[in-house]
Nanobody, 121 residues
C-alpha cells in the first residue's frame, strides 16, 4: 500500500512562492493520478490541481490557474506543486492524494496527512 508524505509548507508573505512535495513510499506512483487538495479553516476541502499518471494531463482550480504548476517525477516517486504569487486566500492545509481519478475525491484511495501553508503579511 502506497503511503504519501507532504512537505514544503510554511509561512510566507503575499506574492511569495512555495514548492510542495508529495513523496510516496511502499509502492510506485507510476500508474496513479495524483491530486493536491486544500482545506482552509471553516471551509470544505477543495481540489487544487491534479496530474495524470504519465504527466500528460492536468487540472487546475480556477483560482490558482496561472500561479500554480503541478509536476511529477516518477523516477523519484514524487509529485510537486509549485505555488507562485501566493495570496492570503491560498492559506490552508494542503494534502496530496493518489487514485484512479481526480479531482473527484471518491476516486482517490490514499491520502497524506497534509502540510500547512499560511500566506500572511
Amino acid at each position: 500500500q502506497v503511503q504519501l508524505v507532504e512537505s514544503g509548507g510554511g509561512l510566507v508573505q503575499p506574492g511569495e512562492s512555495l514548492r510542495l512535495s508529495c513523496a510516496a513510499s511502499g509502492s510506485t506512483l507510476d500508474n496513479k493520478l495524483i491530486g493536491w487538495f486544500r482545506q482552509a479553516p471553516g471551509k470544505e476541502r477543495e481540489g487544487v490541481s491534479c496530474i495524470a499518471s504519465n504527466g500528460g494531463g492536468t487540472f487546475y482550480l480556477g483560482a490558482v490557474k496561472g500561479r500554480f504548476t503541478i509536476s511529477r517525477d516518477n523516477a523519484r516517486n514524487t509529485v510537486y506543486l509549485q505555488m507562485n504569487s501566493l495570496k492570503p486566500e491560498d492559506t490552508g492545509v494542503y494534502y496530496c492524494a493518489a487514485g484512479r481519478g481526480c479531482p473527484d475525491e471518491k476516486y482517490l484511495e490514499v491520502w497524506g496527512k497534509g502540510t500547512q501553508v499560511t500566506v500572511s503579511s
